[in-house]
């Protein structure tokens, strides 16, 4: 298959990052960027995403966890399980 060269533009610091996550699982950048076109073309569509941002209201409740686990208060966190059953009654005790 005959090869040609594309020309994109992106900020320094995506090619950067890119190139490094390409590196780390070994594949060179440009078998991401072909799999993505090609991925395009069979798709017919691309996706964007905006990123999750938690409202005013679910950053205080992560500030307040953040704090609670760090000062050692983790009554408010529950222990691990290995059921369901455990999990159940855990919740139901601490409702």
Do not use: C, Y
Not at 62 to 79: E, L
Request: cysteine-free; charged content about 25%; overall charge positive.
């Amino acid at each position: 298959m005959a090869k040609t060269v594309l020309n994109v533009k992106t900020d320094v610091e995506v090619k950067r990052e890119a190139q490094k996550l390409a590196k780390a699982i070994g594949v060179p950048l440009s078998t991401i960027v072909n799999a993505q076109l090609k991925r395009f073309i069979n798709e017919r569509r691309f996706e964007i995403h905006a990123p999750l941002i938690p409202n005013t209201s679910l950053k205080k409740i992560i500030a307040q966890a953040k704090k609670d686990w760090q000062t050692g208060h983790r009554k408010a966190f529950s222990p691990a399980f290995d059921n369901a059953d455990d999990a159940i009654a855990w919740l139901n005790e601490h409702a």
